[in-house]
């Protein structure tokens, strides 16, 4: 004689009766170094770091787990470059959500800027900035940073984020002009990548190649950078 089996309940279990409720994530409150950072331009950068905030994570421009730590990881981070920066043509490669380019153009509207990506929605969105927050000094061009023309050759490119030191030197060095600069920041690895560079730092004749360090006591974590000049 079979065993009667119960009935399945009809009671569904409590995760798939209860909604999922996610907590907002609130966005850094600006920290007291960005006033001294940016100056005239602080209502500016403010504008961008909201824009940022609200539209970033649905654009898969940022996490979702930046926004409290939005201003100090990343605006400041960026911002704390640009005393390196001199009047000129900048080229930024990799742009994204304008980290550090669009940082940078307001920081420094004494500087142009070229920034160059890729990627059509981060493309518009970069556009969309420029429109949105008036920033005379950039221009968007959409292009890997191998295959941009630039029509004149750039004074000092930036990159955060974008790849090892030895692999951007081949994407970043041709852009150029002699005894123009690299700017790139880097993590903690950043000694580490200079000795994995040693053929390309000798291919594309980089010299005085250093790390600056930079923010300390003033920012919560140092920015590091890693500045070549191209003979």
């Known amino acids: ?19 999922l ?4 994530v609130e966005l850094e409150i600006e920290p007291a170094a960005a006033a001294g950072l940016f100056g005239s331009q602080i209502d500016r950068i403010r504008a961008f770091t909201h824009n940022l905030a609200d539209q970033g994570e649905k654009l898969g421009l940022i ?8 201003w100090s990881r990343h605006i ?6 640009a005393p390196l920066l001199n009047p000129g043509l900048v080229g930024d490669v990799g742009s994204g959500a304008g980290l550090p380019g669009l940082v940078l153009a307001i920081a420094r509207p004494d500087v142009n800027f070229v920034l160059i990506e ?12 420029v429109t949105a927050l008036a920033l005379p000094n950039v221009t ?34 041709p852009l150029l002009r002699k005894g123009g600069e690299l700017i790139l920041m880097k993590g903690e690895g950043a000694q580490r990548e ?26 919560p974590e ?10």
Request: net charge neutral; aromatic share 2%.
């Open 222 to 231: 140092v920015t590091r950078v890693i500045r070549a000049t191209v003979d």
């Open 194 to 219: 200079i000795e994995a560079a040693t053929q390309p730092i000798r291919k594309y004749r980089l010299r005085d190649v250093e790390i600056i360090t930079l923010g300390a006591g003033v920012l």
């Open 118 to 129: 890729p990627m059509e929605r981060r493309v518009a969105w970069l556009n969309d900035q």
């Open 21 to 24: 409720v996610v907590e907002p």
């Open 76 to 81: 400041l981070n960026c911002a704390i470059v």
């Open 140 to 173: 968007v061009v959409r292009a890997r940073a191998e295959e941009a023309r630039m029509p004149h050759p750039l004074d000092q490119v930036t990159a955060r984020a974008v790849s090892a030191f030895s692999k951007l030197i081949p994407l970043t060095a």
């Open 1 to 19: 004689m079979s065993e009667s089996v119960a009935p399945a309940s009809n009671v569904p279990d409590r995760a798939e009766s209860e909604p």
């Open 63 to 70: 996490g979702p787990l930046e926004l409290p730590r939005l």
